[in-house]
């Protein structure tokens, strides 16, 4: 496929996805442009965001052509390991038979996969991650990083409540969920919703 029929698909794609807004408006791994096609689409976004193993992502992938019929998938997810997937959200409605778009991506060295619904809506870790992603544009002070990631190293882990108590510098939330979505400090997002019970631990580096 040739890199001006590769351009052209692409801005097709884009101009056909939802100008609306989804929520949250936040991201920290979305790399370009934030267009997503649905809230169910941009619920997965927010998913890829407080996944450890994925290291970047971008909406409206590089087009895929499926058995002569194109194919922009809603994500590209890059992982740690430098792998590749495409992927859909659940509402997706697709224009090629699912193995032809795998077939294709693996053509190219990579991985596609329709999700289920259920991997995004079962458990907490959706809330969990729409209530971080409201701080994703916050920047913790050095100071409040320090002193809350030398009491974790002192204590281990502590409650979400006495983490807070390590904020001087600005609002002890917005700090908190920053450090939890850059990867400094981890809690368990699959549990419960987040409380002040909720254990907080250092990630080693």
């Given at each position: 496929m040739g890199i001006a029929k590769q351009a052209a698909m692409l801005r097709t794609a884009r101009n056909s996805a939802s100008i609306r807004t989804y929520h949250p408006a936040g991201t920290v791994k979305c790399e370009g442009v934030r267009l997503f096609r649905s809230q169910v689409a941009r619920d997965v976004g927010c998913i890829l965001d407080v996944n450890p193993s994925v290291k970047a992502w971008r909406c409206m992938s590089s087009p895929l052509d499926a058995g002569g019929i194109v194919h922009v998938a809603d994500f590209q997810v890059f992982d740690e390991e430098g792998s590749i997937l495409y992927l859909d959200a659940p509402d997706r409605s697709l224009s090629a038979e699912a193995a032809a778009i795998a077939s294709?991506?693996?053509?190219?060295?990579?991985r596609y996969r329709l999700l289920d619904r259920a991997e995004i809506y079962d458990g907490f870790r959706l809330r969990n991650a729409r209530d971080l992603l409201r701080y994703a544009s916050h920047d913790t002070p050095l100071g409040d990083r320090l002193r809350l990631l030398t009491a974790l190293d002192e204590h281990g882990s502590l409650?979400?409540?006495d983490c807070l108590r390590a904020f001087l510098e600005t609002k002890p939330v917005a700090g908190i969920a920053s450090l939890i979505l850059h990867g400094f400090?981890?809690?368990d997002l699959d549990e419960a919703p987040l409380s002040p019970e909720t254990?907080?631990?250092r990630i080693a580096r």
């Open positions: 294709e991506a693996a053509r190219i060295n990579a409650p979400l409540s400090i981890e809690v254990a907080v631990r």
